[in-house]
């Protein structure tokens, strides 16, 4: 899928894309063509071990993954699975190169986005598929991959990124948003320390994140405002 840059809404938000692609010579074009079409390319890794480590710190916005790899036994489900725990917030964008309908499905069912044929997608297609992804909608670029879509249950909307936090956990987020240790939180909400460390911890659970500056960057991306006394 290499090419030239092309013309297609280059303006818009950069994305940044993790890439799994077992072929070395596709893994490489993939990504000269994205860099080349205004896009971040984060990461790109022939093999699921080093592309899972790597979505849990990349916070990537969509990641292209190739359905069939020789290393996880042709089954790129498996892989799907586990970048639903290990990046909760990365969209996915799948590559196939069979027309496999019960696979595809299950594609779709485990969060991907899109499904595209390697034989049939272009870098367009492939562009406003990344595109489509980022905004979470579902896309197919062929007929088989189409009539799976169309017998897929409509897509719930996303839930809200702060819905699962109750009042205070926001508060502690906001506090973490402007770079406040545990102390100056307690000191800040009249709570005790323990109470604040409780408060980080469940944040790391419902939020998926790993480390406190995670967290603030988080707090940053969703529009938290810093609260600072």
Do not use: W
Not at 83 to 101: E, N
Not at 119 to 129: K, R, Y
Not at 173 to 180: D, F, I, P, T, V
Not at 195 to 222: M, P
């Amino acid at each position: 899928m290499g090419g030239p840059r092309l013309d297609i809404q280059n303006s818009e938000q950069r994305l940044k894309i993790l890439l799994l692609e077992g072929r070395r010579l596709e893994r490489e074009s993939l990504a000269s063509m994205l860099e080349a079409n205004g896009m971040d390319v984060v990461g790109a890794h022939g093999d699921a071990p080093s592309f899972l480590a790597d979505a849990r710190q990349a916070e990537a916005d969509v990641a292209v993954v190739d359905i069939y790899l020789e290393d996880s036994g042709g089954d790129g489900l498996l892989v799907l699975r586990a970048l639903s725990g290990a990046a909760p917030s990365t969209r996915v964008v799948v590559l196939s190169a069979l027309h496999v309908p019960d696979t595809v499905e299950r594609a779709y069912q485990l969060g991907a986005c899109a499904c595209l044929h390697k034989l049939d997608a272009d870098c367009a297609s492939l562009i406003l598929a990344l595109r489509a992804a980022s905004r979470g909608e579902r896309v197919a670029d062929c007929r088989a991959f189409e009539d799976v879509l169309r017998r897929l249950p409509a897509r719930a909307p996303p839930p809200q990124p702060l819905a699962a936090l109750t009042s205070r956990e926001r508060d502690v987020l906001a506090c973490l948003a402007s770079g406040a240790d545990n102390l100056k939180i307690a000191a800040i909400l009249d709570i005790a320390e323990s109470t604040v460390r409780a408060h980080v911890s469940s944040l790391y659970q419902k939020l998926g994140r790993e480390s406190r500056t995670e967290l603030a960057i988080f707090a940053r991306d969703v529009g938290v405002r810093p609260r600072l006394q």
